[in-house]
């Protein structure tokens, strides 16, 4: 589509009636989850009612096309290598609730490339060093950045679509999710244990020694450094997972966190056979510990 001005624009249209289809579909799980979690202790424990309601409401949130184009907005206004990676611009007086107007990019998906293998490894690390600072420095990340949501362009860059969902993290998770990566980078069980246990609840009590072994395997299972194994995103879900099996529920953006890091981490290894997140990670980690000891934080 080409505005008057003769730009080239992608315009995202939402289907007639699907808001309220969607809220019955919505509704209905919600009391669905109700009424499992009353016949399943193992459920009480995951308060599978609580989540469904977050995502009721982030699927609601997804539905209104303008908290698309403002987070599309605040990413590029955020980010310090736009020629890196990107987000297409927003046209806001051609756009609506239900109707997204902005900038259309020639693009190649992740899975055919048309750059060289040295180009593509680049890429892949634009792309892993971007979603790191979104959710270590800003807080504020693309939440479901897979294959589909990604372009790469003829001059070497990443563009990310689809900001319909995003996550935020406070800077209290921010610091602790910084702390669990470098634990779980070193294989340090009782320290990922340690950092838990201070986000608790006050009413919780979690087993700390069956926490930790189970912590252990799930690390020795995704992250076998000695083997080439790397799945830093797998093992994060993983951790979540045994956190809220010992009454440690953390936040449905930590979550959403643990998700675009498995994603980001799919792209990579697509673009790079030898990718390591790590090696994209380290800067940012080294940047937030900056911040973490500045006087003035």
């Known amino acids: 589509t080409l505005l008057n001005s003769g730009e080239s624009v992608a315009v995202k249209i939402q289907k007639p009636d699907i808001r309220h289809n969607i809220e019955i579909d919505l509704n209905l799980s919600v009391w669905l989850a109700e009424k499992l979690q009353k016949h399943s202790e193992a459920l009480q424990l995951l308060d599978v009612q609580a989540i469904m309601k977050e995502v009721r409401q982030g699927v609601l949130r997804e539905l209104n096309f303008k908290t698309e184009a403002r987070n599309q907005e605040y990413f590029n206004a955020l980010n310090p290598h736009p020629e890196q990676v990107f987000a297409p611009k ?30 593509l490894s680049q890429v892949a690390g634009f792309g892993a060093s971007s979603l790191m600072r979104q959710i270590l420095l800003h807080g504020f ?14 001059d070497t860059r990443l563009c990310f679509l689809d900001w319909g969902l995003v996550g935020h993290l406070t ?32 009413d919780a009590r979690p087993n700390l020694r069956v926490m930790e072994k189970e912590i252990t395997l799930a690390l020795r299972e995704e992250l076998n450094f000695s083997i080439g194994h790397l799945e830093l995103g797998r093992a994060m879900l993983k951790l979540l997972f045994i956190f809220s099996q010992h009454g ?30 790590r090696v994209h990670t380290k800067s940012v980690i080294r940047e937030l510990y900056r911040e973490r000891n500045n006087p003035r934080t």
Do not use: C
């Open 171 to 202: 800077r209290r998770l921010r610091y602790a999710l910084a702390d669990f990566w470098v634990a779980a980078v070193d294989q340090d069980a009782e320290r990922i244990v340690q950092i838990a246990a201070e986000l608790a609840p006050i």
């Open 90 to 119: 927003i046209y806001s007086d051609f756009s609506t609730s239900r109707v997204l107007v902005m900038e259309r990019i020639d693009g190649a998906p992740v899975d055919q490339p048309t750059l060289t293998p040295e180009q």
């Open 248 to 277: 440690i529920p953390l936040t449905r953006d930590y979550s959403l966190m643990a998700k675009a890091i498995l994603s980001i981490e799919e792209i990579g290894q697509i673009l790079d056979p030898q990718f390591d997140l």
């Open 141 to 154: 990340f693309h939440a479901d950045p897979h294959s589909g949501n990604v372009l790469i362009t003829a």
